[in-house]
């Protein structure tokens, strides 16, 4: 029995007439290509979708003007009909810094919506009789991350796959010196993308060979293999691939990782990954039994009066009377990506985006084509969240900061007050202009003033920007009450100590 040691660390003269008709022939190709790749040529006046037509100039545009609104930079999106990918397109910035294009080749963060590739091979192995979903997993392959804890051996593949492994997301959330298993194999849900490392390596085991090699040649076809990364290098820096970007638009750096992580790092876009969900979903890679497997024993998660949203085995499921839609989203730091697909009405859509707002594409999405019933998906608090700071961005680009604190105080005498989701903006704010991150430091201490990070803010701005010693002092005083450690405070308070005995 082997064991598993570590996880995944991816001059036009004269010239004759047929000579002129092959060169003019070689610009009308480029000009094709070029017209094509801006998202120009090739464009269908309209698609089917829940029977009706859509007009594509009419959705482009509402596309377009709502990404610009919520501050959404790029996004690739496919339309899907009859198991068929009927409309896809390309949208705004792969990168605001720069002001480079999406187009149809830009390869965008697929986030947990890779552990999708993973999942298709999971399913076809099954099938072949070379993996056993109900089968511990340390038969196959020990690990030595989670030989800790005995509970570890009860865990099978089914459970890495329904997330209810126990085993957490990530082992740096808690205890970085363990990774940990938090609640009993197979009693709830727990998401994990460790888990997902884990059954790579143990298919890795059962193969004979790497995630890269076994993903590039059972999964991935002639179509999507020159659009789909498993991983992203420094090499790739000059590819065409999307940067991150966070609530204010900000450019992030790229995530680099040497080797694949099988549950988050690969990168392609909404064209290539429809392709491999339709292969699951019409027959022409798994079978029916695998696909009625995927939505056996779930467990529920949410649910309101009409629809339910469980964990099935590998995707999330909306259930409701008359449809069932099989989901998966995806969150990378400075990217999101969703994906929906109705079994019974074989429609659907699937969207990347660079942007930390990004899932809030979903129901526009939705509305301009499918119509399918997600009310309860995009009732959440995670979108409720995201709203709301969009709705607060319009608000501060349109008036400015000012507006946008009134705006946060209306809210609030309402009962909808997102504070862990202001600090967090707030610190995106004060790192591009510390005056306006100041501005909205003020709103945050009046509803959370035990934030030490907004009380250091508001001392620093007051030494820095507006030189009022005293009030910076009391700030800073205040902050290192609270044990913030980010700045050098006591350095703060001297520099606020030495202004005030100078100016005596």
Same mark, same amino acid.
């Given at each position: 029995?082997?064991?598993?040691?570590?996880?995944?660390?991816?001059?036009?003269?004269?010239?004759?007439?047929?000579?002129?008709?092959?060169?003019?022939?070689?610009?009308?190709?480029?000009?094709?290509?070029?017209?094509?790749?801006?998202?120009?040529?090739?464009?269908?006046?309209?698609?089917?979708?829940?029977?009706?037509?859509?007009?594509?100039?009419?959705?482009?545009?509402?596309?377009?003007?709502?990404?610009?609104?919520?501050?959404?930079?790029?996004?690739?999106?496919?339309?899907?009909?009859?198991?068929?990918?009927?409309?896809?397109?390309?949208?705004?910035?792969?990168?605001?810094?720069?002001?480079?294009?999406?187009?149809?080749?830009?390869?965008?963060?697929?986030?947990?919506?890779?552990?999708? !590739?993973?999942?298709?091979?999971?399913?076809? #192995?099954? =099938?072949?009789?070379?993996?056993? +979903? &109900?089968? /511990?997993?340390?038969? $196959?392959?020990?690990?030595?991350?989670?030989?800790?804890?005995?509970?570890?051996?009860?865990?099978?593949?089914?459970?890495?796959?329904?997330?209810?492994?126990?085993?957490?997301?990530?082992?740096?959330?808690?205890?970085?010196?363990?990774?940990?298993?938090?609640?009993?194999?197979?009693?709830?849900?727990? !998401?994990?993308?460790?888990?997902?490392?884990? #059954?790579? =390596?143990?298919?890795?085991?059962? +193969? &004979?060979? /790497?995630?890269?090699? $076994?993903?590039?040649?059972?999964?991935?076809?002639?179509?999507?293999?020159?659009?789909?990364?498993?991983?992203?290098?420094?090499?790739?820096?000059?590819?065409?691939?999307?940067?991150?970007?966070?609530?204010?638009?900000?450019?992030?750096?790229?995530?680099?990782?040497?080797?694949?992580?099988?549950?988050?790092?690969?990168?392609?876009?909404?064209?290539?990954?429809?392709?491999?969900?339709?292969?699951?979903? &019409?027959?022409?890679?798994?079978?029916?039994?695998?696909?009625?497997?995927?939505?056996?024993?779930?467990?529920?998660?949410?649910?309101?009066?009409?629809?339910?949203?469980?964990?099935?085995?590998?995707?999330?499921?909306?259930?409701?009377?008359?449809?069932?839609?099989?989901?998966?989203?995806?969150?990378?730091?400075?990217?999101?990506?969703?994906?929906?697909?109705?079994?019974?009405?074989?429609?659907?859509?699937?969207?990347?985006?660079?942007?930390?707002?990004?899932?809030?594409?979903?129901?526009?999405?939705?509305?301009?084509?499918?119509?399918?019933?997600?009310?309860?998906?995009?009732?959440?608090?995670?979108?409720?969240?995201?709203?709301?700071?969009?709705?607060?961005?319009?608000?501060?680009?349109?008036?400015?900061?000012?507006?946008?604190?009134?705006?946060?105080?209306?809210?609030?005498?309402?009962?909808?007050?997102?504070?862990?989701?202001?600090?967090?903006?707030?610190?995106?704010?004060?790192?591009?202009?510390?005056?306006?991150?100041?501005?909205?430091?003020?709103?945050?201490?009046?509803?959370?003033?035990?934030?030490?990070?907004?009380?250091?803010?508001?001392?620093?701005?007051?030494?820095?920007?507006?030189?009022?010693?005293?009030?910076?002092?009391?700030?800073?005083?205040?902050?290192?009450?609270?044990?913030?450690?980010?700045?050098?405070?006591?350095?703060?308070?001297?520099?606020?100590?030495?202004?005030?005995?100078?100016?005596?």
């Amino acid at each position: 029995m082997k064991k598993l040691k570590c996880l995944f660390q991816r001059k036009l003269l004269t010239i004759p007439v047929t000579l002129f008709i092959y060169i003019t022939g070689i610009s009308l190709s480029v000009t094709l290509i070029l017209l094509s790749s801006s998202g120009v040529f090739a464009q269908p006046r309209s698609f089917l979708s829940k029977g009706k037509p859509v007009n594509v100039k009419y959705f482009n545009a509402h596309i377009n003007k709502f990404m610009e609104e919520t501050g959404i930079p790029g996004a690739s999106i496919a339309i899907i009909e009859d198991n068929k990918v009927i409309f896809s397109n390309f949208y705004g910035y792969r990168n605001t810094g720069t002001k480079t294009r999406v187009d149809s080749a830009t390869l965008f963060e697929a986030c947990s919506l890779s552990k999708i !590739y993973l999942l298709d091979l999971v399913y076809k #192995l099954v =099938e072949e009789g070379r993996l056993d +979903l &109900n089968k /511990p997993m340390y038969t $196959y392959l020990e690990n030595e991350r989670l030989a800790h804890d005995p509970r570890y051996k009860r865990i099978t593949p089914k459970m890495i796959i329904n997330h209810t492994s126990g085993i957490e997301n990530w082992q740096r959330l808690n205890n970085r010196d363990v990774l940990e298993i938090l609640s009993n194999p197979g009693e709830k849900y727990v !998401y994990s993308g460790e888990g997902y490392h884990y #059954l790579a =390596e143990v298919i890795a085991t059962r +193969l &004979n060979e /790497p995630y890269q090699s $076994y993903i590039s040649r059972l999964i991935l076809t002639p179509e999507t293999r020159s659009s789909t990364r498993l991983n992203y290098v420094v090499a790739d820096s000059s590819n065409n691939i999307s940067r991150g970007h966070d609530d204010m638009g900000k450019t992030l750096d790229k995530w680099i990782t040497n080797e694949p992580w099988p549950a988050s790092s690969v990168h392609t876009n909404a064209k290539p990954f429809s392709s491999l969900l339709l292969g699951m979903f &019409n027959g022409q890679f798994l079978t029916d039994k695998s696909v009625k497997e995927m939505t056996a024993d779930m467990k529920l998660i949410s649910n309101d009066s009409t629809s339910q949203y469980s964990i099935g085995n590998g995707f999330f499921v909306l259930t409701s009377k008359h449809d069932t839609i099989f989901n998966f989203a995806g969150q990378n730091t400075g990217f999101r990506c969703d994906m929906f697909y109705s079994k019974v009405k074989k429609r659907g859509f699937v969207f990347f985006t660079n942007s930390d707002l990004g899932l809030l594409m979903g129901p526009i999405i939705n509305d301009l084509t499918t119509k399918l019933e997600l009310s309860l998906y995009f009732n959440n608090p995670g979108f409720k969240s995201d709203n709301y700071v969009s709705a607060l961005l319009k608000i501060k680009n349109k008036a400015g900061i000012e507006a946008m604190t009134k705006e946060i105080d209306k809210r609030a005498e309402k009962g909808e007050l997102y504070i862990d989701v202001l600090v967090d903006l707030m610190i995106q704010m004060y790192k591009i202009d510390k005056e306006t991150g100041g501005k909205l430091a003020l709103s945050v201490v009046k509803y959370k003033p035990e934030s030490s990070i907004a009380n250091a803010i508001l001392g620093t701005v007051n030494l820095k920007i507006y030189h009022d010693y005293a009030l910076a002092k009391s700030y800073l005083i205040k902050a290192k009450a609270l044990n913030y450690g980010g700045i050098q405070i006591d350095e703060f308070i001297k520099e606020c100590n030495d202004k005030l005995s100078a100016n005596k």
